[in-house]
DNA sequence: GTGAAAGCGCTAACAT
DNA sequence: ATGTTAGCGCTTTCAC
């Protein structure tokens, strides 16, 4: 590995000299050493020291995509088609601005914020944050960051974010099942915080709309341990009592929930109308074909890192917190029901 | 950003001993020093340069995960589940192991090649390598390396990889179509290389035993364009003919080609059986269940940094070319065909 | 147009 | 037990 001390001792020149031909300013360098400077570039395949180059400038080209992820909930994370996507997205998003892509995925935001304070990241992508994460954060790394997917305005000074229009979607497709005739709707979800919370407001937003009081027991609070989700189904099972539409928060679980009632002998949708979130592998792999709200996941990524790499370059980067707009994804999961005035 | 340099002014020491405190050589200071030393840490929140600490070391404390994938296959290449999830486990394995994983998705090896050299990583995995792409990162790149998923014990020295019994298992599932009574089975791929070929291996040897000659339209080879698949199902459509089983060299195959013979009107599996390979979510959230030949993927990313990380510590790794047992995950995709011998 | 030299933050061999 | 010093490879200022 040949470096730039090595080229200028073998050209009896200097390494700025050598320095100067590798950053193309050839207007201060002979046409003879550049010349020189370049077959030596060639022959020896030289390649910079990236921990050289970035020590010197103080920087580190690399932006750090950190997930917060209890390990638990789909037991590997990124096996999740959304982190996939997301990741891929943001790697590639990032690898053309010319920087590099560093993984930092742990429940405990402490080991987060060491490593990316050890490594001196340039930028910083943040998903799965809660307040307490995102003030943490915050205070202790002063890079530029974005978040994706939180809902922390009201926490985390200075706070960029990108995400969808989660209550808005979930209204949607609520007033769609109400539209279709559907009265007696549930809602399903994990967890009643962030991106949820919102998708939960939105389903009640079309409730109150229709005039349709919501109470506790609309709410289906799924409780899976680790992949296992038989005791959560089962739950489900229990409680869907006579309600003839399912609002689940993700497609994940709508997927679930329908092969489960399916495979108990429920049709759907005949029987049961489901809709999800998402519009991932789930709901174009599932038959009857998942009715849900697309959200454009590769979109996110890329205009993340965008952002961030606008608020490096300290460039306006113009809204600070964006909703992606989401649509219905109309497939075959809602029955409409006779006798409505649609 | 504290530094050690820093830290010795402010105690009148000097950053050896600093260094020493900070690396836990306490035997080498004196009590009163590590006390004070110690609140220093703590008081300014000192968290080491790794740069510089790497630039010193002439290490980079970097492993990176290099995947070869052509953004148009699957849209975003770690959406796939296979990706997001051999990226989840080596993340977790690589950080457990005190490393850190950098991400290098790309079509170009040479673009592979040079960030990898400039990184000066410590290790690498490889996904998606090809003979010529084997080679050239092994001459260019003296570092411990193992591939995933390849058969390139031929081309590259010191070759180390972990894989699946591809072919093993191709034939095992084969036998069992063969074994319920089909003898019209085609084989349905994207490519005739690598893996792929290896499970087309697998499945010709089933033929081979019970009998039944392979021709070259027992062979469908897939050509999608991009994401979309409608031209390549409508091919199959065409071409399944008289077959009664289909072995689809994966899952994703198999699970759009299940849907859309089903929207077709084709019953599965009275009219016709399917199998797939990987068993992943594809399988898993289809109906029928698809009958699939199960690999562990997080296994396969642990295993492969684990021997990265011994060969890093120069220590013994065993076998260097590992195929992962893998079994037939028996589901509702395969038609028992009356009168056969099982 | 070219070169000398200081410095980025840390490590480690070598004094004292 | 503590301090000095010479790098690691590159950038950059400033002088020639």
Redesign the pocket.
Same mark, same amino acid.
């Given at each position: +590995?040949i $470096? *730039? #001390?090595k080229m200028a001792e073998l050209l %009896? $020149? &200097? $390494?700025? $000299?050598v &320095?100067?031909v *590798?950053?193309g300013k050839t207007? %201060?360098? &002979?046409p !003879? +050493?550049v010349e020189k400077v370049q077959q030596l570039l060639e022959e020896y395949d030289y390649v910079?020291?990236i921990n !050289?180059?970035n020590? !010197? #400038?103080?920087k580190s080209g690399i932006i750090g995509l950190a997930m917060k992820a209890c390990r638990d909930k789909y037991e590997n994370f990124i096996k999740d088609p959304f982190a996939g996507e997301l990741t891929g997205a943001v790697e590639s998003c990032v690898r053309a601005g010319g920087y590099f892509t560093m993984l930092y995925i742990s429940d405990d935001i402490t080991e987060i914020i060491s490593s990316v304070a050890s490594w001196n990241v340039d930028g910083l992508i943040l998903h799965g944050m809660q307040a307490e994460d995102g003030l943490m954060i915050t205070q202790k790394i002063k890079k530029p960051m974005v978040f994706i997917d939180c809902y922390l305005e009201e926490t985390v000074p200075q706070y960029v974010n990108v995400g969808s229009e989660d209550r808005i979607g979930c209204y949607k497709i609520t007033k769609y099942l109400i539209e279709n005739g559907h009265e007696r709707i549930a809602f399903i979800a994990d967890n009643r915080v962030g991106v949820d919370f919102e998708r939960l407001k939105g389903y009640q937003d079309a409730l109150k709309e229709a005039d349709i009081v919501f109470t506790e027991d609309h709410f289906i609070m799924l409780e899976p341990n680790g992949a296992d989700l038989t005791k959560a189904l089962d739950d489900v099972y229990k409680r869907i009592g006579d309600f003839t539409g399912l609002v689940c928060a993700s497609d994940y679980y709508a997927a679930h929930i329908m092969n489960d009632l399916k495979d108990r002998g429920v049709k759907i949708p005949d029987d049961i109308s489901i809709v999800g979130f998402d519009d991932n592998v789930y709901s174009q792999i599932i038959r009857p074909a998942l009715t849900t709200v697309h959200q454009d996941v590769t979109e996110k990524g890329s205009l993340a890192v965008d952002k961030l790499l606008q608020m490096i370059g300290h460039q306006e980067i113009g809204e600070r917190v964006i909703r992606l707009p989401v649509h219905i994804e109309e497939r075959n999961s809602v029955k409409k029901i006779k006798g409505t005035h649609v």
């Open positions: +590995m $470096t *730039i #001390k %009896e $020149t &200097s $390494t700025t $000299t &320095s100067n *590798i950053h207007g %201060e360098v &002979s !003879a +050493m910079p020291n !050289a180059r020590l !010197a #400038k103080n």
